[in-house]
T-cell receptor
Framework: GIQVEQSPPDLILQEGANSTLRCNFS?????LQWFHQNPWGQLINLFY???GTKQNGRLSATTVATERYSLLYISSSQTTDSGVYFC????????????FGKGTHLIIQP | DSGVTQTPKHLITATGQRVTLRCSPR?????VYWYQQSLDQGLQFLIQ???????AKGNILERFSAQQFPDLHSELNLSSLELGDSALYFC????????????FGPGTRLLVL
């Protein structure tokens, strides 16, 4: 099945900083999503982005499907941005489901 | 709020027992997915139902089973529970199938003692 790798695994930043999270995937995708898991465990859907670029406030994402990677940009970080960011992809076949990376653990310090 | 509801939020039980987790999808969504998040395995796909029928199976144990009812809510049944089944169980829903955004519920945190 598809492999999803995220980097970096951990990131500690000061409030106000910008960051870029990367997701590499091993096959063409029909579905690629970014999620934020907050400290209470809730998975919040950020972007559905199998290709192209999207923006939502301070967050934006770009997926270059031909090169099999996606980037999540966070600008002007706030402490509430802390948590784990997951990339998840689906390439087809059903049995593999939505495959999640191991996540990037982001800590924003005040 | 994703619009997906899950009950209960927390569940504590003993080894060998059986539990049922419930999920109500977003209004209008036909697909329901179940995922398990554990410390050692990370987030992994268990099973998908589409409009009442099983559509895809992932890493679901034989001790686990699920179904989707005519009103589209779904239940995940976990039996003969083991310590290793302790995890966060998520339900997600989407309008159609895999090529669409999946919205996740708040999860059910299961602790097996």
């Amino acid at each position: 099945g598809i492999q999803v790798e995220q980097s970096p695994p951990d990131l500690i930043l000061q409030e106000g900083a910008n960051s870029t999270l990367r997701c590499n995937f091993s096959d063409s995708v029909n579905n690629l999503q970014w999620f934020h898991q907050n400290p209470w465990g809730q998975l919040i859907n950020l972007f559905y982005i199998p290709s192209g670029t999207k923006q939502n406030g301070r967050l934006s994402a770009t997926t270059v499907a031909t090169e099999r990677y996606s980037l999540l940009y966070i600008s002007s970080s706030q402490t509430t941005d802390s948590g784990v960011y997951f990339c998840a992809a689906y390439s087809g076949g059903g049995a593999d489901g939505l495959t999640f990376g191991k996540g990037t653990h982001l800590i924003i310090q005040p | 709020d994703s619009g997906v509801t899950q009950t209960p939020k927390h569940l504590i039980t003993a080894t060998g027992q059986r539990v049922t987790l419930r999920c109500s999808p977003r209004s209008g969504d036909l697909s329901v997915y179940w995922y398990q998040q554990s410390l050692d395995q990370g987030l992994q796909f268990l099973i998908q139902y589409y409009n009442g029928e099983e559509r895809a199976k992932g890493n679901i144990l034989e001790r686990f089973s699920a179904q989707q009812f005519p009103d589209l809510h779904s239940e995940l049944n976990l039996s003969s529970l083991e310590l290793g089944d302790s995890a966060l169980y998520f339900c997600a829903s989407s309008l159609g199938s895999w090529g669409e955004t999946q919205y996740f519920g708040p999860g059910t945190r299961l602790l097996v003692l």
